[in-house]
């Protein structure tokens, strides 16, 4: 299979063409610009989007120790646990000892998280309103596909690298 995606840049190429070339360069600023997007619209609430998505976690598999957290969201510990103590100090989750192991600490998400839930927007709502009058449900449909397979492919190269 051939690709008009070079990873090189040629010499007489400037460095916007090249990157105007790379997937991965228009991945992340379509990522970027759509962060920014849900980070405005959830400011008037006083959030995140960090934070929507771990209250989300907390209240779809219930009480889970920072570790499990921060590890479903993608996040070392040490930004887990800053997280969830924003949301503590907010009220909108609490923090036990580990049922099992006093050492851990414990989120649980309050009922003033899960108000803060139910009035804000997800990314998936924001981006669905901003794409639906723009893309086609054929290219939506395309886009979501190349984008799973995209994914598929790099967590199977990071499974046979952890397997090394």
Known sequence: MTSSCQATRHPD???????????????????????????AELRPFGITLSQRDALLALRHDGPTAIGDLATSLGL????????????????????????HDRRSRWAY????????????????IVAAQLFRDELTSGELADLTALLKRCTNILEERDDALNRR
Do not use: H, M, N
């Open 13 to 39: 190429e400037s460095r916007q063409t090249f990157l105007d070339r790379q997937p991965t360069y228009w991945l992340k600023r379509c990522y970027q610009t759509l962060r920014r997007r849900v980070d």
């Open 76 to 99: 070392e510990q040490s930004s887990a646990s800053r997280l969830v103590e924003g949301l503590r100090r907010r009220g909108l989750v609490r923090l036990e000892e580990g049922p």
């Open 109 to 124: 998400i309050t009922d003033a998280g899960s108000d803060i839930l139910d009035s804000t927007p997800g990314a998936s």
